[in-house]
């Protein structure tokens, strides 16, 4: 396939959200998003995109995003945005902000390196 040739390839969502939903015992040693409480910060996340008919964002629970002990971690697709939430509240303003609105929320973005 040359250039001329590449498909279109049609974008279902506008913003598609991976939030990490693994759980290990509290005593791991890599820690888990779950054990840190993502687990009702996802639930609040999913009824506020439900409740506010974001029909053009998903939020798919996702396994480990290598970075455990970091967490409870999400990713923003297209964006590439990683966000460390830890309230309820900074769930609502990722919603209304980035999620609404395409604003990316600053204070609550991380940026993770690999080593």
Known sequence: MNAEDELELPQLYRHHVFACHTERP???PHGSCAASGALALWDRMGKAIEAQALSDVALTPAGCLGFC???PLMVVYPDGVWYRPTTAEDIDEI???HLRKGRRVDRLVIVLKRS
Request: proline share 11%; hydrophobic share 10%; charged share 10%.
């Open 69 to 71: 002990n970091t967490g």
């Open 95 to 97: 919603v209304e902000s």
């Open 26 to 28: 509290p005593t791991h």
